[in-house]
């Protein structure tokens, strides 16, 4: 079993910066692939960015540029840097963790990300 636990989310003016971190406990030497989803009130969830083991990064289109996701394995976290934020990246975003040995995938509980205009 993984846990994960997300920080960082609040309330910020368009423009600013905000960086989410994603806290994994429990079986972590069962982790692979990590990264982040989002979803907006009204819309189906989304891939924000991804990070496999090897270090291998993608993004969403919406948010090459501007996001930057990374992880510290030794202290088992995930990050996500949000700059030049804009208001329709309002949404709670979730990490998820893939497992090597299975098909599962653990998520978190999701943080609440507000962008004002």
């Known amino acids: 079993q993984v846990q994960l636990v997300e920080s960082g989310g609040g309330l910020v003016q368009a423009g600013e910066s905000l960086r989410l971190s994603c806290a994994a406990s429990?079986?972590?030497?069962?982790?692979?692939?990590m990264g982040w989803y989002r979803q907006a009130p009204g819309k189906e969830r989304e891939l924000v960015a991804a990070i496999s083991s090897g270090g291998y990064i993608n993004y969403a289109n919406s948010v090459k540029g501007r996001f930057t996701i990374s992880r510290d394995n030794a202290k088992n976290t995930l990050y996500l840097q949000m700059n030049s934020l804009k208001p329709e990246d309002t949404a709670v975003y979730y990490c998820?963790?893939?497992?090597?040995?299975?098909?599962?995938?653990?998520w978190g509980q999701g943080t609440q990300v507000t962008v004002s205009s």
């Open positions: 998820y963790a893939n497992s090597y040995t299975t098909s599962r995938v653990y």
């Open positions: 429990g079986d972590t030497i069962d982790i692979s692939a």
